[in-house]
């Protein structure tokens, strides 16, 4: 059984994304992220190596950090300077969404 999207995001005079309500689009994964907590990187790993997939992470007050189209394999994330906290990672395949929290420490 698939879930509703529900997604709201809101822009303020920053351009920072606000996020009200996340859900899964389905109840299959789309990708898997590691480690979580991480220090100086991550990878993303898609389970469809036939798909390519769309990533986005997101700073804990919505700052989107980084955009990336079309990854096709593995994707590396260098996350060494990014400041000790909680991400939101982003990562859309067809018409699949599927969000983590990240850790990052230092």
């Given amino acids: 059984i698939a879930l509703v999207t529900t997604l709201i995001l809101f822009s ?13 689009t389905s109840n299959k994964s789309i990708a898997g992220v590691f480690p979580n907590p991480a220090n100086a990187q991550i990878l993303i790993s898609p389970f469809d ?26 994707t590396f994330v260098q996350t060494s300077k ?7 990672i982003e990562i859309t395949q067809n018409k ?7 850790v990052i420490t230092h």
């Fill in 49 to 74: 190596k036939n798909s390519n997939f769309n990533l986005r992470i997101y700073d804990v007050i919505g700052k989107e950090l980084l955009v990336k189209q079309n990854c096709a394999d593995v």
């Fill in 96 to 102: 699949n969404q599927q969000f983590f929290k990240l």
């Fill in 82 to 88: 990014w400041a000790t906290g909680i991400y939101t």
């Fill in 12 to 24: 303020d005079s920053t351009d920072c994304l606000l996020f009200t309500n996340t859900l899964n």
